[in-house]
């Protein structure tokens, strides 16, 4: 039977399942609308959709490493409860394994790959979704390389709220490596050093602290020398190679990383949750809208 796009739209809306779950659902079942409902639901793609409006703003992040690769990555749960669970827990390190292994460039890209098992990596989610009972996803990763003369600096803090991968270059080091993640963890920079920083952002910084030095009434002469030494602080506070290194702030983590023969090829922090907006929930307003129903 041939499957219509006004059939898959029909079994989107009485699913919420996307539309290649609900395509291959209706090509399973010859068409049968019931039989593909059935079939989402066995699969837990329809108990997933209709948690997708939720919010997954806990979770984990991970870092696996594998030889000269490594991935981190993070997966959202609702609640850091289920962060928790043995489950969920198992499901990020399948998740690690098997990107580790296929390195798909995106998320989407990884979500449609098949696992070991034979589901796809979003079908091994929702399963896992029909078991723990809330939206679950994998939000991002990135896989980084080395070569056998430099080192992974792999550093979970709180078990796994922060983690950072680093990469340091001419050693081996892996215990120096871990060091400069774990300033990452507690600093939180956001380039390696300043030539990263590109020319708009600097100079609109200089432009920032400039009309703060002349509100200050500080005369024009003297204005563009504060400027540029406000502007070192700037670097600082972005820069990791120009900190003070956490384990000894009387010495900078490019002196730090140069001790070791090293310099410092690239890093990626992850915040579980940074950026999504979480949702607040409000019991005395709940409570009241029970009360007036």
Do not use: W
């Amino acid at each position: 039977m041939a499957i219509t796009a006004q059939m898959v739209k029909e079994l989107r809306e009485k699913t919420g399942a996307g539309m290649m779950d609900c395509k291959k659902a209706l090509t399973e079942t010859n068409g049968d609308m019931e039989k593909a409902i059935d079939y989402l639901r066995e699969k837990g793609i329809a108990k997933a959709a209709k948690k997708a409006d939720r919010i997954a703003a806990e979770g984990l992040a991970v870092i696996e490493v594998s030889g000269n690769d490594a991935v981190i990555l993070e997966v959202n749960s609702e609640t850091d409860f289920v962060a928790k669970n043995e489950g969920f827990v198992q499901l990020t390190k399948e998740l690690a394994a098997h990107l580790l292994a296929h390195k798909p460039a995106t998320v989407e890209e990884a979500l449609e790959q098949k696992m070991d098992n034979g589901s796809t990596v979003q079908e091994h989610i929702n399963n896992a979704i029909a078991k723990i009972g809330e939206k679950l996803s994998l939000r991002r990763f990135e896989i980084l390389s080395k070569t056998d003369a430099d080192a992974f600096g792999a550093y979970l803090h709180m078990g796994g709220r922060i983690a950072v991968l680093t990469v340091l270059e001419g050693t081996t080091d892996e215990a120096a490596a871990k060091d400069v993640s774990m300033h990452i963890a507690a600093i939180n920079p956001k380039y390696v050093s300043r030539d990263q920083v590109s020319a708009e952002e600097t100079q609109r910084e200089r432009e920032v602290l400039t009309q703060q030095a002349l509100n200050e009434g500080k005369p024009e002469n003297i204005v563009a020398k504060m400027v540029e030494g406000r502007l070192s602080k700037f670097f600082e506070d972005i820069c990791l190679l120009d900190q003070s290194f956490v384990k000894n702030p009387d010495q900078k983590v490019r002196q730090f990383v140069e001790s070791k023969g090293a310099t410092v090829k690239t890093f990626v922090r992850y915040e579980v949750g940074e950026g999504i907006e979480k949702r607040q929930d409000n019991f005395a307003e709940e409570v009241m809208s029970q009360v007036k129903k």
